[in-house]
């Protein structure tokens, strides 16, 4: 995790020196564009950009949008131990600079969007995975998690072979409750002998559950001792540390948020990675910055489900390609869900 709080204009084509802005030496969006360009920034969530999976997802729709949109982006980092107030600071520092939307990447940014998007009501401000702060310049962007975890249930029970699966959450909170109660209820459903065995990394307010992956591969070990062959980890970078150890077993790990079979900083592990739960925070926040660069800013909650492909299951491994039973029992889960004839349940 990095351990230096910095907010930095990033070009596409000039994203290594961005980087290297900070906070109190870097050049507000208006120093390098004129006074008409657009400028929007996010806020990365414990472990920070680089995690291979949810925040390199809202990346990804900053990205987008500086290319297709012709804006500016900025990007603030969150720093080790921080609070309320570091948030508050971050968030209230972007928003001084004319960014527009605001978008904090994670439910943690609640109280602190609540408090900031008062002090700037011309400012649409955007928080991913909550729904708890609401006003009219507020956009929340949230997933049916659970919905797409029920398919990777499905997927782990008909590819386990020793009929023992593994679930790691990050740390102990309703959000990630609702990737477990998928989960193990697309098991059940797919092979009620089937066994779950369910792990938390960390208990709130320590949320190193999210960011340390040596917590993750400890508890994948553990799991895979047990006679789980394939394990489903939902737990930001800590999930890289599971899926390492579950590639030295030979065993199947399931990615999650990003499709994690492409991620480069996990390539030496890919062929282990059966498929991700996919979350489209990438288009989540391409989609709220557009909307505010056309005059019709979004606002309220923005729900993003199966239906609307908004979560999913990757099909990125040609392994994965070749289980037709796997995929057939998937194919079906999901028009059933889509159907309404399965209602997931949210809540272990």
């Not at 590819?159 to 989960?183: D, H, N």
């Not at 006679?227 to 999650?256: F, N, P, Q």
């Not at 199966?306 to 029992?329: C, F, H, Q, R, W």
């Amino acid at each position: 995790m990095r351990r230096i709080t910095r907010i930095a204009t990033v070009g596409i084509a000039s994203a290594a020196l961005a980087l290297s802005a900070t906070a109190c030496g870097g050049k507000k969006s208006s120093d390098t564009s004129s006074s008409e360009e657009k400028s929007a920034a996010i806020a990365y969530d414990i472990g920070g950009r680089g995690d291979q999976s949810f925040n390199d997802a809202a990346y990804e729709g900053l990205a987008k949008a500086e290319k297709d949109l012709q804006i500016k982006g900025a990007q603030a980092e969150p720093t080790d131990g921080e609070g309320e107030a570091d948030k508050v600071q971050r968030l209230t520092e972007l928003a001084r600079k004319g960014n527009n939307p605001v978008i904090g990447v994670g439910f943690a940014y609640a109280p602190a969007i609540k408090k900031v998007a008062e002090k700037f009501p011309d400012t649409t401000f955007g928080i991913i995975d909550d729904t708890s702060v609401t006003a009219k310049n507020i956009a929340n962007l949230v997933f049916s998690e659970e919905q797409g975890s029920y398919l990777a249930g499905v997927a782990a029970a008909k590819a386990s072979k020793t009929g023992t699966v593994g679930f790691i959450g990050g740390v102990e909170v309703p959000l990630i409750k609702k990737f477990e109660a998928g989960f193990a209820q697309g098991v059940k459903d797919t092979n009620p002998n089937a066994k779950v065995l369910t792990q938390y990394l960390t208990q709130p307010p320590n949320f190193d559950g999210f960011a340390k992956p040596d917590l993750g591969k400890a508890a994948a070990e553990g799991q895979l001792d047990k006679g789980a062959d394939v394990i489903y980890a939902a737990a930001g970078l800590a999930g890289s540390g599971a899926i390492e150890a579950t590639a030295a077993k030979g065993k199947w790990a399931i990615g999650v948020d990003s499709d994690q079979y492409n991620q480069a900083g996990l390539a030496k592990y890919k062929n282990s990675i059966l498929t991700s739960v996919t979350k489209d925070v990438a288009d989540s926040v391409y989609n709220l910055i557009k909307s505010v660069k056309d005059g019709k800013p979004e606002s309220g909650e923005v729900r993003y489900g199966l239906d609307k492909d908004g979560v999913g299951l990757a099909d990125s491994n040609p392994e994965y390609k070749k289980m037709t039973d796997v995929i057939a029992a998937v194919d079906k889960a999901k028009a059933d869900i889509i159907a309404k004839k399965i209602e997931v349940k949210t809540a272990p």
